[in-house]
């Protein structure tokens, strides 16, 4: 396989004495997308915002094409072509659409640059277009959604690390962007990088995943593989194991294998 | 009985006991059946804590009172639902109060408790109900419960399940099972009816009744059930109270599985005779903290545990700041000149006790108290073998840690170290009222009171066990010194004959490997092989803390032992242990289970300890790979 372009080697990271991260390495190759599963609290977002830059790991290091970012500012981190598509849409809601889209090129200075990669986010999410000058904040959770996407797209990345978003949408809308999602790996061919809570819709997309529980990796593979698992099966993709009695609510001890 | 022809007594803690012990008939306090010290010591304490068990986060106390109430309900409901005396019943439960109240109301209606661990699968369930000929088996919860339905078909001597805790089973209708609050009715009712009748049951057993039956984990073959007699059980309470004195106003952690003599004999028997309070550990992921909060007089444990709690203050003293680390290295250091000299039996010179005193009150203090050992008199090791190391460690901390030896046949105690006779590296000498010696052959073998009744329904086995002359075959090969110490060596049956011809117990190269800080347990190969190859397992979480320390990248517990750095120190620790061993019991070759093996693996005893059989067995590949 080709060379990872993100590498990630034995991050630990802290808020305050409180140790989020407890050694993380993973990889993900050019063109791939990499889910990352747990529950609350393993690690998941704290592990993106490392990478983007936002907290500064205690140990380890983060390459990204061969050179060392961990502990870079956010900017520098966005510059080098990697974007963070933070959980909870977080757009400016009294920025109108455009002013929105506008705000994820504020790194680039070509002009030019900047139409076509409206043109590529309005192509993909059409309704974004049609709302082009209202304000974000009257748009639906999913448009929204659409929105954090489209403005990440902006910056022309190389990397997007997208942090749930599925959160809070409905079935459908879920279907929807993750369609798109799809779409722009297959079409754009842009990795990624996404941590998902619904695991059914993480899996189906993503070429290779990795679950996480309180700081650590604790099983990792492709995803076909992992679908299989039967603890992933159980655990995150909600199947019932045949019990001895209806109703059964106690469930076995994870064993990661 | 004539009281002139009874052998003298002595009261040793408040508890008076044979003086000399070893001899007919075995008293505790002039009671000579369990349930008969159960009975006296109810009488006497009434409302003081007998235990402590947590609740929603909060400890609440149950008196001796509650114990001879509930133990009298469990009694007098098993009879009036068929139980007969010298039937078998079976606990399949956590720690927890009930585990002891059932212990005590079955042996005192005459019937025989018998543990099986929570880790066991359905069909090791139903082996051991059926090998046991249990008529009732207790269940904790639903987890177990679904253990008997999946088997339910198979077991049919089996009357009745009663069921501890009803959370999540509200709606189950079924004819064989039963609430614990409906079980506790139906022995008030009886009580009512017919009074007195709980004294007169136990009035019934005598000495040599069997009380409990305790299967043995069974490296090999199917778990045989070991007979321990009431005699037995007091037996072992008279060497403890010799050897391993308990106060009244002790405070123990109960934590270990009751299934295990061990913990019983520390948790159940000893208290009975003591006096003391058992609190019950919450679960045994946190049994740490409850550490902690207890704070116990007395602790113990296996070895494995002890090795976690050295582990966690290493790993918090290296990532302390460089001031914090430097005080821990000196009150390492002076706690140590000072261990040495009290290990030795050697007088502690001033200037190494006022070090000590120095750093006592600095760091070690601190650092006892944070671990829950400030109240410590004693910790106690054994099932395994514990590295020496680890051993001075804690007697430089502040903490008196003694290892000992013993089996389900001897009623749990049949070595022991004491606080004043200690020799490190020796599982201690014989207890009180014991015989010991070394057969031809090399192998250890007792006569005592508490040497056990023989296997239950296995005669055969039984006589196995016994030499012609009546002496226990402990199956464990060792020596003892001219003081009477003794240190084991290994298993017989594990002997290992290489191609070329030689003798090897693995035992002794497995248990310097298990030393090893990075090696959590460790299997030799090389029956009739050229050579010897181990397969290990690590400790999971120091290599972890090893490979983070060195940047070793690694996502899971498989790539973790697939790293070179981390296979190049496993090698390393193997390097060291074989400088201590002649060339042809040199391991040469080794693999990783790189499977995160969890006490419901068949490859796992109870007690964490690799099966030989089943490690052979399951990892032939592995095997097979170090022979090409």
Known sequence: MSEPVLKIRNIESFYGPIMAIRGVSLDVHPGQIVSILGANGAGKTTLMKTVSGVMDPEKGKITFHGEDIQGSEPHKVVQKGIVHVPEGREVFPLLTVDENLSLGAYTLKDKGQVDHDRDLVFSYFPILKERRNQEAGTLSGGQQQMLAIGRGLMGNPKIMLLDEPSLGLSPLLVQEIFGILKRLNDEQNM???????NANAALELAHHGYVMEVGRIVMDGAAKVLMQSEDIQNFYLGVQEEGARENRRWKRKKTWR | MNISTLPPQITVNGVRLNAT????????DECVTICELFQKRCAELGDRTAHREKDFGIWRSYSWTDYWNHAKWIGLALRKLGLERGEAVSILSEDRKEWVWFDMGIQAVGGIASGIYTTDSASQLKYLVNDSGSRFLIVENEEQLDKFLQVEDDVPELLKVIILDDEGLHDLNHPRCMMIDEFYKLGQQVETEDPGRF????AMATPQDTALLVYTSG???????AMLSHENILAAIECGAHALPTHSDDEQLCFLPLCHILERDV?????LAAKCTVNFAESPETVFANLQ????????????V?????????????DATPAGRAAYGMAIKAGLARAECILEGKPVPAGVAAQYWLWDRLVLRNLRRMLGMDKMRRGGSGAAPISTDLLKWYWAIGVPLIEGFGMSETSGLATLNTIEHNKIGTVGRRVPGNDIRISDEGEIQLKGLNIFQGYWRNNAKTAETFTADGWLRTGDIGYIDDDGYVTISGRMKDIIITAGGKNITPAEIE?????????SDAVIIGDKRKYLTALIMIDQENVEKFAQDRKIPFSNFASLCAAAEVKDQIQAEINAVNKDFARVEQVKDFRLIDVLLTADDDELTATMKLKRSFVEKKHGHLIEDMYK
């Open chain 2, 293 to 304: 909060e207890v704070s116990p007089s007395t602790f113990t444990a296996v070895p494995r």
């Open chain 2, 267 to 271: 948790s159940v028997y000893f208290p």
């Open chain 2, 306 to 318: 002890w090795e976690k709690i050295y582990s966690q203050v290493q790993i918090m003293a290296q």
């Open chain 2, 199 to 202: 004294e007169a049951e136990i």
């Open chain 2, 219 to 225: 490296t090999t073959g199917m778990p045989k059930g």
């Open chain 2, 511 to 519: 248990s310097r490997l298990k030393f090893s800080h990075y090696i």
């Open chain 1, 191 to 197: 990795t990624m990088m996404l941590v998902e809570q």
């Open chain 2, 21 to 28: 012990p070893g001899q007919r008939p075995v008293r505790v």
